[in-house]
């Protein structure tokens, strides 16, 4: 239900020798929300998210998923429990086409009817898969070229595809890592259109993004990481507001 939190971080600390990339992080994220994660670079916004999905362990501290402790188990327990991440880099299948770019999203859901596939069984079951994926690529105006080979798309088209991918796996939560980067400002309005959308519907996003003013426009609540530390959680507009954020941005060590 909406505000029953999904997503819950407590004391979450990554230290790498005598650097803290994240620091005694306390975080919930309700359900049906956007959130946004900014701060400075460095400031350890991937870092968290690697230990959300069960990349890498924390130093310290627990992640609870669903209800669930999920902290340094490996990333398919969260995947398998409705997880979805994108990554700051293109994960592309390039001579692949779109459409399998987008149905490899429907794995989890799916081993036996893509197994049939392979064996050259077309079943029920696959079709199902694949229309669920055109169906997302038409929300996305991806339609069109679901048959090129996805390393023909041009950048932005390529990580809107990546949200299609994400997308297909039905996830209750979506970790988005910079999705608007190399976004055209047409592009980023149509993924902010499509997750609000998204939020719409019941689905929960975390977003990690540079663009801060668009994280304002989108999130409903915003976190602000600074050298590993949240020095700020709220609404768009305290956080705008915050004088340690304000701080932070402008850089005055
Ligand atoms: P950006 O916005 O530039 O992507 P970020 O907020 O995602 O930055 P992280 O990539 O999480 O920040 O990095 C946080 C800090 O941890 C940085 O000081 C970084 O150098 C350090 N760090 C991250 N990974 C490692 C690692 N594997 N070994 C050592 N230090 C690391």
């Avoid at 005598?18 to 919930?28: I, K």
């Avoid at 070229?145 to 991918?165: H, I, K, N």
């Avoid at 975390?206 to 003013?213: C, F, I």
């Avoid at 050298?227 to 850089?251: F, K, M, Q, T, W």
């Amino acid at each position: 239900a909406a505000g029953t939190p999904i997503l819950e971080v407590r004391g979450l600390t990554k230290r790498y020798g005598g650097v803290v990339a994240v620091d005694d992080v306390t975080l919930t994220v309700p359900a049906g929300q956007i959130m946004g994660l900014i701060g400075p670079n460095g400031a350890g916004k991937t870092t968290c998210f690697n230990m959300i999905t069960g990349a890498i362990a924390p130093t310290s501290g627990t992640v609870s998923f669903l209800g669930s402790e999920i902290q340094g188990r490996k990333p398919h327990v969260g995947a398998e429990a409705g997880l979805t991440r994108t990554f700051q880099n293109l994960q592309v299948f390039s001579s692949t086409d779109v459409l399998g770019n987008v149905y490899m999203g429907r794995y989890r859901k799916g081993r036996a009817g893509i197994l049939r596939g392979m064996l050259g069984l077309q079943g029920r079951e696959q079709y199902r898969h694949e229309e669920i994926a055109r169906d997302i690529l038409e929300t996305m105006q991806l339609g069109d070229v679901s048959g090129l080979a996805a390393g023909d798309l041009p950048f932005g088209r390529q990580r809107m595809m990546e949200v299609c991918r994400a997308l297909a796996s039905e996830p209750a939560l979506l970790l988005l890592d910079e999705p608007m980067a190399g976004l055209s400002g047409r592009e980023r309005e149509m993924l902010a259109t499509l997750l609000r959308r998204l939020r719409d519907a019941g689905l929960t996003i975390v977003l990690v993004e540079h663009d801060v003013a668009q994280v304002m426009a989108l999130a409903d609540s915003v976190a602000v990481l600074d050298d590993g530390v949240l020095i700020a959680h709220g609404d768009p507009e305290s956080v705008r507001n915050d004088p340690a954020v304000i701080v932070a941005y402008l850089g005055t060590d």
